[in-house]
């Protein structure tokens, strides 16, 4: 069983930058597949960004790549979004996402939210012009 607590939405202008935080309860943080996902209103839940606790391998989605950075805290069981030059079309409620993993499968299968089991409450990102 994993908790997961999303926490940094707010809104910003664009140009701007946020940093989200999923903090995890468990005893298996360094053997999970964990993602950040969003979804806008009237639109599908897509995957973002991807990380493999195991090695930090990470991914991304094309629409971010370049702007968004995953990453891991193993001493705080945390999971990090750096959202950079955020854009109107960025707004969403972001959720953070996690399965047992025992190794990278790829940005791909990581990135599909119907391949996670445990999930935040999520977190609004708004983003402003």
């Known amino acids: 069983q994993v908790q997961l607590l999303e926490s940094g939405g707010g809104s910003v202008q664009t140009g701007g930058s946020l940093r989200l935080s999923c903090a995890a309860s468990?005893?298996?943080?360094?053997?999970?597949?964990m993602t950040w996902f969003r979804q806008a209103p009237g639109k599908e839940r897509e995957g973002v960004a991807t990380?493999?606790?195991?090695?930090?391998?990470?991914g991304y989605a094309a629409s971010v790549q370049g702007r968004f950075i995953i990453s891991q805290d193993n001493a705080e069981n945390t999971l990090y979004l750096q959202m950079n030059r955020l854009k109107p079309e960025d707004t969403a409620i972001y959720y953070c996402?996690?399965?047992?993993?025992?190794?990278?499968?790829?940005?791909?299968?990581?990135?599909?939210?119907?391949?996670?089991?445990?999930w935040g409450q999520g977190t609004q990102v708004t983003v402003s012009s």
């Open positions: 996402a996690a399965v047992s993993c025992r190794s990278w499968p790829g940005s791909s299968w990581s990135l599909r939210p119907t391949n996670f089991l445990f």
């Open positions: 468990t005893d298996s943080f360094r053997r999970l597949c």
């Open positions: 990380l493999y606790t195991g090695d930090r391998s990470t």
